[in-house]
C-alpha cells in the first residue's frame, strides 16, 4: 500500500528551526518528484518546495534561503529543514507525489510559529 506520513510538527518561537520529514512506504521517492505543500488558514495551499528525481530542488520565494529540501534514500524520506522561521510560515505542511500535478498526499503536520 502506497503512504507517505509526515513527522509530528509542532510550536516553535519566531527565529525558531524544524525538521519535517516524509516517509514513504509501497514507493521509491528517488523515482519521483515529491513536493512539500502548506495551507494556512483562510487560505489556498501552496507549494513550498520539491525535489527532483535527479536531486535537484526548487523554492518558493516565501521560503527560500530559510527552507532546505533533503532526501535520504536509505531512509526513503524526504526532508523540509526550517530555519528563521516567520509566524506566516503557520500552516498545515503536507507532502505529496508530485509537483505541479500528483497524486498520494501525506496527512498533513500543523507548523505554528508564534511567541
Known amino acids: 500500500q502506497l503512504q507517505l506520513v509526515e513527522s509530528v510538527g509542532g510550536l516553535v518561537q519566531p527565529g525558531g528551526s524544524l525538521r519535517l520529514s516524509c516517509a514513504a512506504s509501497g514507493l521509491t521517492l528517488d523515482s519521483y518528484v515529491i513536493g512539500w505543500f502548506r495551507q494556512a488558514p483562510g487560505k489556498e495551499r501552496e507549494g513550498v518546495s520539491c525535489?527532483?528525481?535527479?536531486?535537484?530542488?526548487y523554492y518558493a520565494d516565501s521560503v527560500k534561503g530559510r527552507f532546505t529540501i533533503s532526501r535520504d534514500n536509505a531512509k526513503n524520506t524526504v526532508y523540509l529543514q526550517m530555519n528563521s522561521l516567520k509566524p506566516e510560515d503557520t500552516a498545515v505542511y503536507y507532502c505529496?507525489?508530485?509537483?505541479?500535478?500528483?497524486?498520494?498526499w501525506g496527512q498533513g503536520t500543523q507548523v505554528t510559529v508564534s511567541s
Open positions: 525535489m527532483n528525481s535527479d536531486g535537484s530542488s
Open positions: 505529496r507525489r508530485g509537483w505541479a500535478q500528483g497524486d498520494y
